[in-house]
Nanobody, 127 residues
Framework: QVRLVESGGDLVQPGGSLRLSCGGS????????VAWFRQAPGKEREGVSC?????????DYADSVKGRFTVSRDSAKNTVYLQMNNLSAADTAVYYC???????????????????WGQGTQVTVTS
């Protein structure tokens, strides 16, 4: 069974850090580009970051997270990570990962060709 499972969400204080994981089962995640999305209450889903399959293109980040978030993958563990530093209340959301295609660098994250979605993990930043 093909599944994506996110983990690592938590309650954290402003300025803190979290590392989210997106684990694949039933398929090889390294064959796919993986994008991270988030959705805050009452807001539309927004793309956060994308890591391509192998080195087909470069990673990219939304302007709101550049310099604070880093996406990486561990092919041996079939997992993609999102390291989030210097978190603020504006980062509070449910974070989802999606796998699809091989490239990143889409003009809009709405164009990301997601084949598989995870169930989401909650990140709450509050003092």
């Amino acid at each position: 069974q093909v599944r994506l499972v996110e983990s690592g969400g938590d309650l954290v204080q402003p300025g803190g850090s979290l590392r989210l994981s997106c684990g694949g089962s039933g398929f090889s995640l390294e064959l796919y580009a993986v994008a991270w999305f988030r959705q805050a209450p009452g807001k539309e889903r927004e793309g956060v970051s994308c890591i391509p399959s192998r080195e087909t293109s470069t990673t990219d980040y939304a302007d709101s997270v550049k310099g604070r978030f880093t996406v990486s993958r561990d092919s041996a563990k079939n997992t993609v990570y999102l390291q989030m530093n210097n978190l603020s209340a504006a980062d509070t959301a449910v974070y989802y990962c999606a796998a699809g295609g091989v490239f990143c660098g889409w003009k809009s994250y709405d164009q990301f060709p997601a084949d598989h979605w995870g169930q989401g993990t909650q990140v709450t930043v509050t003092s």
